[in-house]
């Protein structure tokens, strides 16, 4: 029993690992306060994407070029276009995907501020 649970923990936190893989991590350039990373998202296919912060830092990210996509911040906020909050020290998931159902792809431009 105890080894059918570990197994179960172990397979759960490889798909965890996956699942980050997948996502593709915003970098600022060097000396920049903010980035933009760009995409189409479809139907039942949202993309993900990373970033790491500071505790005490104001993070604020913004969508834009479709008004049939929003933003998740895992943890923190859902379905936003423009949202801005305090960082705790540590990393955090941004899934962009369309708001409803669409039968073509939604193109977006995602921006990351970090002050």
């Known amino acids: 029993m105890i080894r059918t ?16 893989q997948s996502c593709s ?10 980035g933009d990373v760009s995409g189409r998202v479809g139907e ?3 993309m993900c994407f990373t970033f790491g912060a500071g505790a005490g830092q104001t993070a604020r990210v913004q969508l834009f070029g479709s008004d049939n996509t929003c933003f998740n911040v895992a943890g923190v906020i ?4 423009d949202y801005s909050f305090r960082t ?4 955090y ?6 708001l409803f159902r669409s039968p ?12």
Request: with cysteine; proline share 2%; glycine share 10%.
């Open 25 to 34: 991590e915003i970098r600022f350039a060097r000396g920049a306060v903010s």
């Open 78 to 81: 859902d379905c936003q276009d």
């Open 88 to 91: 705790r020290a540590g990393g």
């Open 44 to 46: 039942g296919a949202p």
């Open 5 to 20: 649970i570990v197994l179960a923990a172990c397979l759960a936190l490889s798909a965890g690992v996956v699942a980050a």
């Open 93 to 98: 998931r941004i899934d962009v995907h369309q």
């Open 104 to 115: 073509g792809a939604e193109q977006f431009t995602l921006r990351l501020t970090i002050r």
